[in-house]
């Protein structure tokens, strides 16, 4: 059995003049999951719909599951699920009746189906909630159920675009919980996200994509290695020693010292901790008492900022990419 849960080659999209997907390679191994990250109008949802079969290729390739997606789309889509960037549900029926549909939509029996949405709506903590109207369920309700409606028939792969996109905090960390749960399961999930704390959460590899191309992959802890320093910050005890510990944190590092508002600290980019040691033992042979220093990784943040030359901020959508799907569209 190939190992990848995802391959594409060369895969590039089109709308109009302008090129949301050039060129994207991606190899994909099976299990766990696989982040894509980039602002709003990097190309991630695009590269998603290529690969859940609901728009075509315009050059390139794209294997999902050993399968074609242009040549063998019916196969691909009986074996993958999606859950959009919005709701795919049917705002006057309950959340119970939603499950029930699509059980019934998947070729559940009606004892299959009932029986199916029970499990759902317990393992998701939305029994309670049950009979209400969906459209009466808050935003963190919606995406628990959404996310249920996409397994109603456990996927081999889960595509999961911008999942948390407008949620607090509470719903957030519920919604990755979810997806840790499926993953446990034997479920492979590619997460499409803006949210750099979100990838630095959930994601075992990382796929960085900017302008409709890739320009980084690894693990989060690889990434952060790649900008090649972390954050030294320090606290002298007493103010009036910040000076003399700048000279010395500056001859003993070989960097650039930086003084913080807080009239106590100092901050400084470091390649490695060996230097920082050498450094604090020159503090303590100077006489100058630390009341705190700390040593960091970069966090995605400054990942994203170095890589790309700007921040993880919303950039001119994708043209002709829609964001919404629907789970109906899987059991055409």
């Known amino acids: 059995m190939n190992d990848l849960a995802i391959e594409t080659s060369g895969l590039v999209k089109t709308f109009g003049t302008t090129r949301a997907v050039d060129g994207v390679d991606l190899a994909i191994a099976r299990g766990g999951v696989h982040a894509v990250l980039g ?28 399968r074609d ?33 699509i059980g019934r939509l998947f070729g559940y029996s009606g004892r299959g189906a009932r029986s199916r949405a029970e499990e759902l709506l317990d393992a998701f903590s939305l029994t309670d909630a049950g009979d209400k109207q969906v459209k009466k369920y808050s935003g963190g309700m919606r995406r628990r159920l959404d996310i249920a409606a996409s397994i109603v028939v456990t996927p081999e792969l889960l595509f999961l675009d911008e999942p948390t996109t407008g949620l607090d905090p509470r719903s957030r960390n519920e919604v990755w919980d979810i997806v840790r749960a499926m993953v446990s399961g034997g479920t492979t999930v590619l997460l499409t996200t803006q949210y750099l704390e979100e990838a630095d959460q959930l994601a075992d590899r990382i796929t960085v994509i900017d ?23 320090v606290r002298v005890m007493d103010r009036a020693d910040r000076p003399a510990a700048r000279e010395v944190l500056g001859r003993e590092l070989g960097v650039e010292v930086r003084e913080e508002i807080d009239p106590s600290a100092l901050t400084a980019n470091v390649a490695g901790s060996a230097g920082v040691t050498r450094a604090l033992t020159a503090l303590e042979d100077a006489g100058i008492i630390l009341a705190q220093f700390s040593l960091g990784q970069p966090t995605l943040d400054e990942v994203f900022l170095s890589i790309t030359g700007h921040t993880a901020e919303d950039v001119e959508p994708e043209r002709g990419s829609t964001e919404k799907t629907s789970t109906e569209e899987q059991a055409a």
């Open 211 to 233: 302008r409709g191309r890739v320009i980084a992959e690894g693990t989060s802890a690889e990434l952060k290695a790649s900008v090649g320093s972390g954050t030294l910050v």
């Open 39 to 66: 602002p709003n109008g990097a190309g991630k949802t695009t590269v998603m719909r290529v690969l859940a079969t609901l728009t075509r290729p315009d050059a390139g390739t794209a294997r999902v599951l050993g």
């Open 69 to 101: 997606v242009v040549s063998d789309s019916k196969e691909v889509r009986r074996r993958v699920s999606l859950t959009g960037q919005f709701a795919s549900l049917d705002e006057d029926l309950t959340g119970r009746d939603n499950l029930r549909l």
